[in-house]
């Protein structure tokens, strides 16, 4: 039997320890460019298989729920309106854990929300939203032109809710691989292992 106080991986942990391991992880990466939490790539469902890197602004609890943001008239923002299941991978090359979470996003555009998350944002965050050209349209030099006033982005900035439907780890071990489904039920995470 695995040492619970001692686990050979953190997926030995409870389920509940196994989220607040990765709630740890995450609240590390809000503060640090250096760590992969910080890093994720968001898949939605699309023509060509969409996949971007994106960065995580923030998550809550319960139900567990990870922020990001982007411009809304990116590529992702239509292809999350026709179908909000989304899928964010991690992969942490130290612990040599994968982490892929299934999510339904919910899109803030103009809302208090998508208020609070603007205004939490520095001014050299805000302008990235005040490019005048569409995020992904030609250009005839690579040279992005900007509205001058920064508050302009707030028309373009879109925050995402992804609430996390499931939790898919794998471990990369040498005494073996391992791998697990954390489900969140009524009355807490479940887990289940899977053949890796
Ligand atoms: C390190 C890094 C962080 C990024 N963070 C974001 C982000 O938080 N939000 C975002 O919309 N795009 C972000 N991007 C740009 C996206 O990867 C992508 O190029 C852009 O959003 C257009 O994607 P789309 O056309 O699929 O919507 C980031 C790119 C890199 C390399």
């Known amino acids: 039997m695995p040492d619970s106080s001692n686990p050979s991986s953190p997926l030995h942990l409870s389920p509940p320890d196994i989220i607040r391991w990765l709630s740890d992880k995450w609240q590390t990466s ?33 139900p567990l729920s990870i922020q990001f943001h982007t411009d809304i008239r990116s590529a992702k923002v239509p292809q999350l309106r026709e179908n909000p299941q989304a ?18 996003t919910e899109l803030h555009h103009g809302t208090n929300p998508a208020r609070t998350a603007w205004q939490g944002l520095p001014v050299h965050g805000k302008r990235q939203y005040s ?29 995402i809710v992804a609430t996390i439907t499931e939790i898919d780890m794998l471990h990369l071990r040498q005494e073996g691989n391992i791998r697990c489904k954390l489900t969140p039920e009524k009355t807490g995470w479940s887990r289940m292992w899977l053949a890796p």
């Open 30 to 62: 809000l503060c640090t460019t250096q760590s992969i939490y910080r890093f994720p790539q968001l898949a939605t469902i699309g023509h060509n298989a969409p996949v971007r890197t994106v960065v995580l602004r923030a998550f809550h609890a319960s």
């Open 87 to 104: 899928t964010i991978h991690w992969y942490d090359p130290i612990e040599r854990l994968q982490t892929i979470a299934r999510t339904t």
């Open 131 to 159: 490019q005048t050209d569409t995020p992904g349209a030609e250009m005839q030099a690579p040279s992005p032109r900007f509205a001058e006033d920064p508050e302009y982005g707030w028309n373009h900035f879109c925050l």
